[in-house]
Nanobody, 115 residues
Framework: MQVVESGGGLVQPGGSLRLSCAAS????????MQWFRQVPGNEREPVVG????????HYKGFTGGRFTVSRDNAKNTVYLQMNSLTPEDTAVYYC?????????WGKGTRVTVSS
């Protein structure tokens, strides 16, 4: 079982970016899928999640609606849509799957917000 993130890169302040998390070896829609991020020197923090009931979970500090999660069941992929990005959103973004208690992390994709 694994998850692989993609879609990171350089984006200007105020811009948007969509990250992808491709799951393999399990069905993403049957499990809790979450996005985390880690700023250098800080702990990894949860951003947003999507449970098996298709309910979006917003975590502390990320309730303003700039970050949303969606899923394409046909592609077994979860997406993180990020809007109105600021330099403070610069981080490595990770996908995490909780498969009936087994946690699987991706290697992350780097997002840099800079002009």
């Amino acid at each position: 079982m694994q998850v692989v993130e993609s879609g990171g890169g350089l984006v200007q302040p105020g811009g948007s970016l969509r990250l992808s998390c491709a799951a393999s070896g399990f069905t993403a829609s049957d499990n809790l899928m979450q996005w985390f991020r880690q700023v250098p020197g800080n702990e990894r923090e949860p951003v947003v999640g999507l449970d098996s009931m298709n309910s979006m979970l917003h975590y502390k500090g990320f309730t303003g609606g700039r970050f949303t999660v969606s899923r394409d069941n046909a592609k077994n992929t979860v997406y993180l849509q990020m809007n109105s990005l600021t330099p403070e959103d610069t981080a490595v973004y990770y996908c995490r799957a909780n498969i009936r208690g087994t946690v699987v992390w991706g290697k992350g994709t780097r997002v840099t917000v800079s002009s």
